[in-house]
């Protein structure tokens, strides 16, 4: 039954996946991770295998896998309210989709549409920043070397996959 | 294009951000004693100065933070007003 119902998901890119691969470059889409927006706490939420984003000063994204629970909401946000008693734990998982870039040439894509500094003196592993990245909100986080993870509203997805393979193309 | 000092991101391009007017207009004490120009001017009226502005932003695409800088009208130079940062 699960299973069943898990298979009729369909992200924000509908069937279409984002599916970009070069000789230093890949990009993919992963549609259904466990996303928490976590507001009123200056400490870091800890969720086991899950990258936290700090999206502001008491700001947070947690970015967990995909529930393989058919639930209202994701477990993890049920454990991270009885965790942080005060801040407001809002499970967004649909509202932002991730694209993944990883690759070499990942930050010299992003730069053909994005005015911030990727550089990782100033974008350290586990760090995030947000901005615009072709006139679409995003926040862009480290997650290795050569890796970035890129959020971006549902709605602004399609759009902006367009955009990734079209300025991917120089790079194929 | 203004760069602006987001006092959480850092530098950051004007487009990022949203205009929220002059800093420190206090709500009036008691509005509903206040006749219509009385009104009108806490309202819609606003210092317009030449020079130094101290003016309020919202980082909007970014940590959505609101913030104090001081401007100056004529050159566009700007810088973070220490002292108005803790008008929230």
Redesign the interface.
Known sequence: MTAEVLALREGPLGTERLDVSGPALTIVDEPFRTLVDVRGTTTAPVVDGAWTWRLGPDWWLVDAPASDAVALESPVATSLRSALPGASVVDVSSLRTVFVLTGPDARAVLAHGCSLDLDPRVLPVGACVQGMLAQAQVSIGRTDADALRLHVRASFARHLAAWLRDASVEYL | MLTLPCP??GP??E??FGYGGEAGVAYPERPADLDDAAWAEYLFLRANPRGWFTERWVHR?????WFTVRRHTVTNEVVPDAAAQEVR
């Open positions: 959480f991101c950051r391009d487009t990022e695409a970014g940590c959505r933070q």
